[in-house]
């Protein structure tokens, strides 16, 4: 499209939708994930420009961090009532263990809170109140300093509906300060073809190592822009949290970290660690996005919608 102003165009998205115009010279692309997906894996640069887009995009995004963890929780208490009415109790004696485990997290008893709460779960699983029970019961875990129990029953919410306790449970992940690991365990990573492991394995035989015992790879706290791939063995994700550090979960390989902190080139959020006898490859950005995007883009695509569901995990939506 060129021109000073040329016609609005109406566009309807997923959670958006209105009237776009353009000023001065603009391109725009509308079409299936399928006919956006060959047009710009056709030409690399056509990729590169997007990815330069998304990069901005996210650099540009707030997150929830800086909220207070009070003012959280006081939300949740007054959602309690609430949630009997729009999750209604199945059996006889839960709404009332419900009730008692919530009054205890009150009461700052966070250690019963969680006893209470994990016996209901545990006898109530199929009930509709059982999700707000999670909420609470992951609450609990966070003050008990049990940061893999709460990650993992956020991480279980959040695969649940797409409604107000999987967004309360996506801005509890925000307080662990767990934002990119936690995307990383939800989603599984990008989900690269079989031939894109391949390719680097071989790319990278002669320039892998070997860990002997466990090897720290990247560092909570520290920033980089490096993407690491797991030829061999597992790698391990550690966080520390009031000086106690717990193992979140671990991958085994073939797989890859650090797509997200190479292209935002932002802190890890945990520890990575390479169990005995792993064998592993680093690869700088500026190598991995140039062959991803030359050599092989529809696995750049791949990642681009990875990149693009971050962004969207960011925004809260």
């Avoid at 996210?58 to 939300?75: P, Q």
């Avoid at 090897?215 to 920033?223: D, H, M, Q, R, S």
């Amino acid at each position: 499209m060129a021109g000073e102003l040329a016609d609005p165009i109406t566009i309807t998205g997923c959670n958006h939708s209105g009237d776009l115009f353009t000023i001065g010279y603009s391109s725009v692309l509308v079409g299936s994930k399928e006919e956006l997906r060959e047009y710009l894996v056709a030409k690399p640069e056509r990729l590169k420009r997007v990815f330069d887009s998304v990069r901005q995009e996210i650099s540009a995004c707030e997150r929830y961090r800086d909220m207070d963890f009070e003012d959280y929780m006081k939300k949740l208490i007054q959602a309690k009532q609430r949630w009997l009415d729009e999750f209604p109790p199945l059996l006889f004696g839960e709404k009332s263990l419900y009730r008692k485990g919530v009054k205890l997290i009150e009461r700052g008893e966070f250690a019963e809170a969680e006893e209470v709460l994990k016996f209901y779960i545990s006898h109530y699983e199929n009930s509709p109140l059982t999700w707000p029970a999670m909420i609470f019961y992951a609450v609990s875990c966070i003050y008990n300093r049990k940061v893999e129990v709460s990650l993992k029953t956020i991480v279980q919410i959040m695969s649940g509906a797409n409604n107000e306790l999987s967004f309360l449970a996506r801005k509890m992940v925000c307080y662990l300060e767990l934002l990119e690991t936690s995307y990383r365990l939800i989603t599984k990573g990008p989900g690269y073809g079989k031939d894109f492991f391949n390719h680097f394995a071989d790319l990278l035989s002669d320039r892998s190592s070997r860990a002997r015992g466990d090897t720290v790879i990247f560092e909570e706290g520290n920033k980089s822009n490096n993407v690491v791939f797991l030829l061999e063995g597992n790698l391990k994700f550690l966080k520390t949290s009031r000086s106690r550090t717990s193992l979140l979960f671990t991958i085994d390989a073939p797989d890859s970290v650090g797509e997200i902190h190479a292209f935002t080139g932002g802190s890890w959020d945990t520890t990575v660690v390479a169990g005995d006898d792993s064998r592993f490859a680093v690869l700088g950005d500026e190598e991995f996005f140039d062959i991803l995007i030359e050599k092989i883009p529809p696995e750049g695509f791949r990642l681009l919608e990875y990149l693009l569901g971050y962004s969207r995990e960011m925004r809260g939506y």
